[in-house]
């Protein structure tokens, strides 16, 4: 099967470890200027581009042969545009709220992805990532110590409440000791009569 988006091979440099900058569309606009038709050669072209979240698409089309050639910002993850899904993982590896994050780069007029997008990335595409991996570490960490046959020293904790605050849900951790390893997390509803 062919792949249809532009620039598809695979870059020297991981996507995520590849430097990015912050251009203005006037420098792009002036370095068009220096281009020519890859077909014949005129320079005479016109260009004109799109933005799709973080992406910005240059089409550059020929007057003399009418060929048209696309320039990508960036490259692709499948269908998406890998730093619209940089942006979202990003966000959420740090902690950030999108909310935030989105403002500084609008008040910067940098084209960046939705609120939308950045919650859409984060189902469809960030989370998952993140649950397989945990429970691929996770089948590890359990096999690794099954392997060493011995007996296993536990050590556990939930935590519901934050000073000044109710909460109804809370992160129930089990850790073994020996190993310094998080065995196991889960999201336990909180029943205050059980810590009493």
């Known amino acids: 099967m062919e792949n249809t988006e532009p620039d598809m091979d695979e870059p020297a440099t991981p996507i995520h470890n590849e430097e990015k900058f912050i251009i203005f569309i006037s420098c792009i606009k002036q370095l068009i200027t220096w281009c020519h038709c890859p077909e014949c050669g005129s320079f005479d072209i016109i260009s004109y581009h799109v933005v799709k979240g973080c992406l910005l698409t240059i089409t550059i089309s020929c007057r003399s042969c009418s060929s048209q050639v696309n320039c990508n910002s960036q490259r692709y993850i499948g269908g998406t545009p890998a730093g619209n899904i940089l942006l979202s993982a990003s966000i959420l590896f740090a902690g950030a709220t999108a909310e935030k994050v989105l403002c ?4 910067m007029s940098v084209a960046a992805i939705s609120a939308h997008t950045f919650f859409r990335h984060q189902c469809h595409v960030v989370l998952p990532v993140v649950q397989r991996l945990w429970t691929t ?29 109710s909460a109804r849900f809370g992160s129930y951790t089990m850790v073994e000791l020996h190993a310094n390893a998080v065995i196991d997390i889960q999201l336990v509803q909180v029943n205050i009569y059980n810590f009493m």
């Open 104 to 107: 500084v780069l609008q008040n």
């Open 137 to 165: 570490r996770q089948m590890w960490v359990l096999a690794a110590l099954q392997a060493e046959k011995r007996n296993l020293v536990l050590g556990s904790n939930c935590s519901a409440n934050s000073p000044g605050h």
